[in-house]
Every structure is written in C-alpha cells, then in structure tokens.
C-alpha cells in the first residue's frame, strides 16, 4: 500500500532553515507528481509546492522564492528545502501524492515546523 513517511521538521528562529523529506513506497514513485502540504491550527490545508514527473516545478505565491522542492527517483524521496523562514510558515507539513486513476490522495502522517524566536 502506498506510504508517505515525512521526517525533517523542528523548531527554528525567524531567518533559519530547515529541509523536509518525504520517503514513498508503494507505487511507482517516478512517474507520480509529488506536492507538500501545510495546515496550520485554525486553517484549512493549503498547498506549498508541487514537482512534476519531468522536474517542473510550482509553488504556492507565499513560499516562492524561499522554498524549494525536489526530488530523487533513485532514492523515492521527495525533499522541501525551506529558507528564510517566518512565523507564519509555523505548520504541519504534509507529503502528498494524488493517484488520478483512483481520484484519490495519498497523505503522510506529517511534521510539525515551528517558526518562533
């Protein structure tokens, strides 16, 4: 069945970084786009990123510029490298994969980023 086991998050200061990973398993990972997630407390989810088959790449307006998704086939990880990060970036991070066939997503358990000084 198919897995999502996110790892990477933390506290960090305002300015500081910090870089998610998500490892698949399950599905054949290389020919999935793969996206992150965020819902922080009182909000609904909301996208941050998604990374095509071929490497295209989008990002939510509030991230761009500071965010950056990639992945690595070989290894079926799916990576959020977060830089200049701020209070408002404080979330739970979720990996997600979107199986059309099925019209069904597929979430990790996520990880907690806490933005404070």
């Known amino acids: 069945q198919v897995q999502l086991v996110e790892s990477g998050g933390g506290l960090v200061q305002p300015g500081g970084s910090l870089r998610l990973s998500c490892a698949a398993s399950?599905?054949?990972?290389?020919?999935?786009?793969m996206s992150w997630y965020r819902q922080a407390p009182g909000n609904e989810r909301e996208r941050v990123a998604t990374?095509?088959?071929?490497?295209?790449?989008n990002y939510a307006d509030s991230v761009k510029g500071r965010f950056t998704i990639s992945r690595d086939n070989a290894k079926n990880t799916v990576y959020l490298q977060m830089n200049s990060l701020k209070p408002e970036d404080t979330a739970v991070y979720y990996c997600?994969?979107?199986?059309?066939?099925?019209?069904?997503?597929?979430w990790g358990q996520g990880t907690q980023v806490t933005v404070s000084s």
């Open positions: 990374i095509g088959t071929g490497g295209i790449t």
């Open positions: 399950g599905f054949t990972f290389s020919t999935y786009a």
């Open positions: 997600n994969v979107y199986d059309g066939s099925r019209i069904r997503h597929y």
